[in-house]
T-cell receptor
Framework: DTEVTQTPKHLVMGMTNKKSLKCEQHMGHRAMYWYKQKAKKPPELMFV???????INESVPSRFSPECPNSSLLNLHLHALQPEDSALYLCASSHSRGTGELFFGEGSRLTVL | DQQVKQNSPSLSVQEGRISILNCDYT??????FLWYKKYPAEGPTFLIS?????DKNEDGRFTVFLNKSAKHLSLHIVPSQPGDSAVYFC?????????????FGEGTQLTVNP
């Protein structure tokens, strides 16, 4: 199993809603990531979890709250988002060593109204 | 502050010819350089990488060249095939003990014409 699975594929939410994005991998990887990608822009790193602990937070606003319940799961909790937060949110995983070889999911397309 | 730059937003080549995609970086702390391929409606897929101690890495039709003094890398695809048509992202990362901190370039749309 070399897949990273993300749900939902599409999400539309209002600015007052609370929703969550989910990510799952069964490759035994111990590092998991959230990236944000706006249209025609490169993916931008948001968070890195290593061995279920948050190791990197790239100054992401607190309306985005990551959670890593176990080594296979990664969540991104969303609350009070703004329309400019609309983007493709990509989850990825890798071995814990930092060589950059990430396995990405297909992404969750988020629209904030 | 764009630390990884791909100055060509698009490239078009004929099937069977060589495709050369270029990338420049500014951060001398980067230790690993990678190329990712992305098809529409899919996440990026790792293609090939090179560490800063090497100047060339080859994998089948794909070769990555690194010129550290010029802070420049390139991806050569020979021969190019229509299925190679995708967006190619250059990426770089410093060595990290806890996962990777990838910085991506803006991408180059490669179109291989039959």
């Amino acid at each position: 199993d070399t897949e990273v699975t993300q749900t939902p594929k599409h999400l539309v939410m209002g600015m007052t809603n609370k929703k969550s994005l989910k990510c799952e991998q069964h490759m035994g990887h111990r590092a998991m990531y959230w990236y944000k990608q706006k249209a025609k822009k490169p993916p931008e790193l948001m968070f890195v979890y290593s061995y279920e602990k948050l190791s990197i937070n790239e100054s992401v606003p607190s309306r985005f709250s990551p959670e890593c319940p176990n080594s296979s799961l990664l969540n991104l909790h969303l609350h009070a988002l703004q329309p400019e937060d609309s983007a493709l949110y990509l989850c990825a995983s890798s071995h814990s060593r930092g060589t950059g070889e990430l396995f990405f999911g297909e992404g969750s397309r988020l629209t904030v109204l | 502050d764009q630390q990884v730059k791909q100055n060509s937003p698009s490239l078009s080549v004929q099937e069977g010819r060589i495709s050369i995609l270029n990338c420049d970086y500014t951060n001398s702390m980067f230790d690993y350089f990678l190329w990712y391929k992305k098809y529409p409606a899919e996440g990026p897929t790792f293609l090939i990488s090179i560490s800063s101690i090497k100047d060339k890495n080859e994998d089948g039709r794909f070769t990555v060249f690194l010129n550290k003094s010029a802070k420049h890398l390139s991806l050569h695809i020979v021969p190019s095939q229509p299925g190679d048509s995708a967006v190619y992202f250059c990426a770089a990362s410093p060595w990290e003990t806890s996962g990777s901190r990838l910085t991506f370039g803006e991408g180059t749309q490669l179109t291989v014409n039959p």
